[in-house]
């Protein structure tokens, strides 16, 4: 018989495959994690460097704004001194005021940048400059009478400006080319690195599918196995139970055999061996009586002690083997031994028997006579009950019955308990014709058992006819009776 075996916690190579497998699984999830991490700090590259494409673009239109506003502040500076027009005063003042906020965030742009620090540092000194020029003249022209402006040195300030905001141009045009390199640079290193990333992971996660995969299909191998070992292992048990419950039964009926031929021995050898007892000494006592009155009182005695002795044998005749269940049936034997035992016991009782309950199987008459005695016995030592109400009845090929008491009960642990011989004895009969028991508490207390087993019609036997007693008999009968024949003619005559 083949046997399915799970995987020993300390066979290394049964446990290698789910070994491989958590680490594939662990390392999917490392990758996992990494790619995650990478994909965050080329996300963060990526900002940073759009970030500085976006402030050098800031950067270059914050120049052309500052060199807009000088623009825009020579050409006011010109138009009022020709028109004295306070509109154009008004012009070159707002571009006056708005120049060194354009220099402030210029300034801070390029603050990363020291050559475009410089450049912004020499237009801020030319704008200055100017501006202190272009003031000087304003202030002349606006004179009362008008004064000579002092001398115009535009045209050296347009020189040095414009060089240092084409530096600053250039600069920041520089900038941007290699800003611009190192975004796309930094977006194509993370497409690649996302790329590989997402490759490793799902290779990792194609090996740890086909490892789980595997796993799970020696898991079922094994399954199946464990359950083929598991079914043969129940078949085994199932055969052992019936081979146990054949025994049982066997023993059961070797014992009650062997109890009806003691029972069958104290009736027909030793009864006979007293019965003939009794009449010697009846007949001495009688002779005797006249002329020996004190040994015919001794006579007496003995004659006293030899009833007691049949009827002894006639009670352990009675328990070994009930003759009345033989001679009369099953329901008599119960209705007869249930008053007997009420009235020893003090219990009101109630037997209701329906069917024909004679008509059975050889041993299952007996089994359950012993099982109702057992059932009552454990009523009178342990129920305290004042009342029992018991029945029994056919049908078909089982025979049912029940017998409920009103006392105590009895509890789940004194039913488990190890060494409940009599429930365990109750139990075995009962199975040991394929039946069915149940314990339960009454309506009104009390214990309930309720069995059933079953009993098919016994085997009719052909009759063998005992020549001496002229009767017909069964084989067993004929033999049992020739024997009590045999040893009644052996009993010495009187």
Same mark, same amino acid.
């Given at each position: 018989?083949?046997?399915?075996?799970?995987?020993?916690?300390?066979?290394?190579?049964?446990?290698?495959?789910?070994?491989? %497998?958590?680490?594939?699984?662990?390392?999917?999830?490392?990758?996992?994690?990494?790619?995650?991490?990478?994909?965050?700090?080329?996300?963060?590259?990526?900002?940073?460097?759009?970030?500085?494409?976006?402030? #050098?673009?800031?950067?270059?239109?914050?120049?052309?704004?500052?060199t807009n506003a000088i623009y825009v502040a020579e050409s006011a500076q010109h138009n009022y001194i020709l028109t004295h027009s306070p509109a154009y005063l008004a012009t070159y003042k707002e571009m006056k005021d708005l120049l060194p906020k354009r220099l402030a965030e210029s300034a801070a742009l390029i603050s990363d940048d020291p050559v475009q620090r410089a450049n912004l540092d020499r237009v801020r000194a030319a704008a200055t400059r100017r501006f202190a020029e272009m003031d000087a003249s304003i202030q002349a022209a606006g004179a009362s009478p008008p004064v000579a402006a002092p001398g115009d040195e535009g045209t050296s300030f347009f020189a040095e400006a414009r060089s240092s905001i084409q530096s600053l141009l250039n600069e920041e045009g520089r900038l941007l080319q290699q800003r611009r390199g190192l975004a796309a640079s930094a977006y194509l290193q993370g497409q690649a690195v996302t790329l590989a990333s997402n490759a490793v992971i799902a290779f990792a996660l194609i090996a740890f599918y086909l490892l789980m995969r595997r796993n799970l299909r020696e898991r079922d191998m094994a399954l199946e196995a464990l359950e083929r070992s598991n079914a043969a292992l129940e078949r085994r048990v199932t055969e052992r139970t019936n081979e146990l419950s054949q025994l049982s039964r066997h023993l059961l009926n070797v014992r009650e055999g062997e109890k009806k031929s003691i029972a069958r021995d104290l009736h027909d050898e030793? =009864?006979?061996?007293? #019965?003939? +007892?009794?009449?010697?000494?009846?007949?001495?006592?009688?002779?005797?009586?006249?002329?020996?009155?004190?040994?015919?009182?001794?006579?007496?005695? #003995?004659?006293? %002690? %030899?009833?007691?002795? +049949?009827?002894?044998?006639?009670?352990?005749?009675?328990?070994?083997?009930?003759?009345?269940?033989?001679?009369? =049936?099953? =329901?008599?034997?119960?209705?007869?031994?249930?008053?007997?035992?009420?009235?020893? #016991? =003090?219990?009101?009782?109630?037997f209701r028997h329906e069917g024909d309950l004679d008509t059975a199987e050889e041993g299952c008459p007996i089994a359950i006579f012993r099982v109702f005695q057992e059932a009552m016995n454990n009523v009178a030592k342990h129920s305290q009950a004042t009342e029992v109400v018991a029945s029994i009845r056919r049908e078909g090929d089982q025979v049912v019955f029940e017998i409920a008491d009103d006392g105590i009960g009895i509890s789940d642990e004194a039913r488990s308990r190890p060494g409940t011989h009599g429930l365990l004895g109750i139990r075995e009969r009962v199975l040991a014709y394929n039946g069915h028991l149940e314990f339960a508490r009454g309506p009104r207390g009390?214990?309930? +058992?309720?069995?059933?087993?079953?009993?098919?019609?016994?085997?009719?036997?052909?009759?063998?006819?005992?020549?001496?007693?002229?009767?017909a008999s069964s084989p067993a009968e004929s033999a049992g009776r020739t024997s009590a024949d045999n040893r009644t003619r052996a009993l010495p005559s009187t």
């Open positions: 018989m083949s046997s399915g075996r799970l995987p020993s916690r300390f066979d290394l190579g049964a446990w290698a495959s789910p070994f491989v %497998l958590w680490v594939t699984f662990l390392l999917a999830l490392g990758l996992i994690a990494a790619s995650v991490v990478l994909d965050i700090a080329n996300d963060r590259a990526l900002a940073a460097s759009n970030a500085n494409v976006a402030r #050098t673009l800031e950067a270059l239109e914050k120049v052309r704004q500052t030793f =009864g006979s061996y007293l #019965t003939a +007892i009794n009449m010697d000494v009846s007949r001495v006592r009688d002779k005797i009586a006249a002329a020996e009155p004190e040994q015919s009182a001794r006579l007496d005695r #003995t004659l006293g %002690l %030899l009833n007691h002795a +049949i009827e002894m044998k006639r009670r352990l005749i009675s328990d070994l083997r009930p003759s009345i269940l033989d001679n009369l =049936g099953l =329901g008599a034997a119960l209705e007869q031994y249930i008053d007997d035992w009420s009235r020893y #016991t =003090g219990i009101s009782t109630t009390g214990t309930v +058992i309720r069995a059933s087993v079953v009993c098919r019609p016994a085997t009719v036997r052909a009759p063998t006819v005992d020549a001496e007693a002229g009767e």
